[in-house]
């Protein structure tokens, strides 16, 4: 199975929806509520972290048997140091993402602590892919 | 501790939800910064909160949490309520400041998730 959702840069109003929709997903084909719960919010943090920072993007959903993978593709302005960003509480977010409650430097943390995979590539200038993996078996 | 003690403990209105004050609840939890809220493996908990937007309902929706508790007089608009509606929600709203309001229900034996 495999879909798709747009991001758009500053969509602050709609940051969820992606994450909400393949929730709602993930629930219909009966998957462990704690796995839904672990990919969901591992989407989420990314999703609020892509619209907050990137120049927009797209998020892939593949589902098998075995497990979800959720790509995130976004067409810049990249992550500098991917080592610093993943470290707890280095954070870029402006003003308006620390209203919306985020902006702590939690989220890459978050997303890595509740994944079985993540594979982060990122150039400045280009964009930067974020893959998450959450295993069924 | 049941919803509806909630709600006489601290005074507080139901916004939403009405039909589930029967609901017991384990944990309290207070947080403004929804990052931390998605950092908790326990569902049956009362997410406390001053932050009212959109994204606190969002953030319950992910982390599987049923009741949301705006202090401060903080009030939610109607795209946050039928948002909580949609997830089957309840919401409740206090004056009362965070501090006094999680004072009180500590007081009256709502635990903490740690």
Known sequence: MHFEYNIIESDFANAGKASSEIKKTMKQLNIDAQKIKRMVVAVYEAEVNAIAHAFGGTIFVDIDSEKICVLIKDSGPGIENIELAMQKGYSTASAKVREMGFGAGMGLPNIKNNVDDLDIKSEVGVGTEIKMVVNFI | ?114
Not at chain 2, 83 to 112: H, W
Request: aromatic content about 6%.
């Open chain 2, 1 to 114: 501790m049941k919803i509806k003690e909630i709600a006489q403990i601290i005074d507080a209105k139901i916004v939403t939800g009405e039909d589930k004050i029967e609901r017991e609840i384990k944990y309290g939890f207070a947080s403004d910064l929804m990052s931390d809220v998605l950092t908790l493996d326990e569902e049956e908990i009362i997410l406390i909160t001053g932050l009212c937007n959109v994204q606190t309902i969002r953030t319950a929706e992910m982390a599987n949490i049923g009741v949301i508790l705006f202090a401060r007089n903080k009030k939610p608009n109607e795209e946050m309520l039928e948002l909580a509606q949609d997830n089957d929600m309840i919401i409740l709203q206090t004056k009362n400041s965070l501090f006094r309001t999680v004072g009180l229900l500590f007081k009256a034996g709502l635990n903490p998730v740690y």
